[in-house]
């Protein structure tokens, strides 16, 4: 999968919470093919900005945590809920 690709699908993933925060993602430079996805939002407009995990491993194992976290943190008709990831 290129960088393209996992932009394209961080991108979907917060339009489909809402533009609610951003997603990052962290790749490790040790040679171990690990990585991790977090979720940065402001809970109030005035407040500072929180993160949540939201998947590690593989960067198959942190996509296929994406979809999970989206699925339950979708754009609802009310303000989001935000839950954490397992």
Known sequence: MTIEEV???LRAAQ???GREGRFALTLSLDGREECYITHWFRPEPHA????RAV???TLSECLDALDRYVAV???RDEAP??????
């Open 15 to 17: 339009a489909r919470i």
């Open 81 to 86: 809920v935000l839950m954490a990831a397992e």
């Open 7 to 9: 932009q394209a699908r």
């Open 55 to 57: 998947g590690s491993g």
């Open 48 to 51: 500072f900005e929180d993160c």
């Open 73 to 75: 943190n979708r754009l």
